[in-house]
C-alpha cells in the first residue's frame, strides 16, 4: 500500500477561517486547485451547528485516541484535535494533503495519513497512534461517510481484529434509521450491527447543510460497540447465513423464506420457529436478535457461506 504518514508538530497562529462558511471553503479551495469531485463522494459540510452537533455526540476527552476518516478540507479535524488526545486523520484524496497542512495548521497532536482507510492495518493503525506495545489500546472513530461506503465500512471495522470503542458517523437518513430499526423494522444492515454495538441516531442533518448540496438528508448516527457480540463466536456464522436467507424475501413469511432458500420441509421449519416460541406468521423484520440465535440453534447448519452488512 502507498501510505504517506507524517506526525505533525505545534503550528502557532492559524489564519484559515471559518471552514463552514462556504465563501471561505470555496476561496481554500479555489488557491489549491480543488473541486469536490463526484468520485470521491465529497459534499463538505457548511454547517456549524451541525459540525459541533458531531463533536458533541463523540464525546471526546484530553485522553481520547480519535480515527477520523475523510478528514476532507480539515473542518472537523480542527474541532477534533482541540478535544482528543491525539488524532489520527486519513484522506485517500492526496490532494487534501497540502491544503490540510494549512487549515489545520501543525498541532502536536495530529497524524495526516493519505491513504485508503479500508487498506490500514491493524499494525499501521497501532504506529499512527503511537500504541505499537499498548495492551489497553483504545480509540473512537468520527467520519463523515460517502453514502456508497457505509456498509462495507462498518463491517470492516466492526469486526476488525481492533475494532474501535464507538463510532460517530454523518451518513446518509435513510441508512442510519434502518441500521437503527428496532424489531418489526429489522433488516440485514440493522442486524448485522447490532450485533456488535448500539446504534442511536442523535440527529438528522438536512441537505442544505453540505455543499455541493447532495440529493438526500443525513443523520448523526453513533454506534457504541458491545464489550461482546451478542451473538457468541460459535453460531454467529450460522446466524448471519440463516439470516440472509431469511431477509432475502421480505414480503414473504419466515416460514416461506426459508423453506425456499434452506429447501427444507416446511412443517420442520415450522417446527423450529414454533419452538423459538415465534407465531408461524412471522416475518424476517420481526425477529429479535435472540430469536435469530434460538433458530440458528435449531435448525441444520448452513454450510453455504454469506456476508454479514448488507444494505437490504
Known sequence: MNMVSQRVSRLEGQTIGDLTDLNTLRS???????????????NFLVDREVLEEIVETANLTPQSNVLEVGAGT?????????????VVAVE?????????KETVGE???????????????????????GQEHSRLFRYDIVANLPYHLTSHFLQHFLEFSIPPRSFTLLLQREVAERIAAKPGDMSLLALSVQVYGEPTVVATV?????????????????????????????????????????FAHRRKTLVNSLRGGLRLPADQIVAAIEHCKLQRTV??????????????????????????????
Open 206 to 246: 438536512p441537505k442544505t447543510a453540505f455543499w455541493p448540496v447532495p440529493t438526500v438528508d443525513s443523520a448523526i448516527l453513533r454506534i457504541d460497540r458491545h464489550e461482546k457480540p451478542r451473538w457468541p463466536d460459535e453460531v454467529r456464522d450460522q446466524c448471519f447465513r440463516l439470516a440472509k436467507v431469511g
Open 92 to 100: 485517500v484524496d492526496t490532494r487534501a494533503t497540502a491544503l490540510l
Open 28 to 42: 481554500v479551495l479555489r488557491r489549491f486547485g480543488m473541486q469536490p469531485t463526484k468520485k470521491l463522494s465529497q
Open 283 to 312: 416475518r424476517a423484520q420481526e425477529l429479535r436478535l435472540e430469536d435469530w440465535s434460538a433458530l440458528a440453534e435449531t435448525l441444520p447448519p448452513l454450510s453455504r457461506p454469506s456476508g454479514t452488512l448488507s444494505p437490504r
Open 107 to 129: 498541532p502536536k497532536n495530529l497524524t495526516l495519513i493519505s491513504a485508503d482507510v479500508m487498506r490500514l492495518t491493524p499494525e499501521q493503525l497501532r504506529h499512527a497512534f
Open 74 to 86: 480539515g473542518v472537523l479535524t480542527r474541532e477534533l484535535v482541540q478535544r482528543a488526545g491525539h
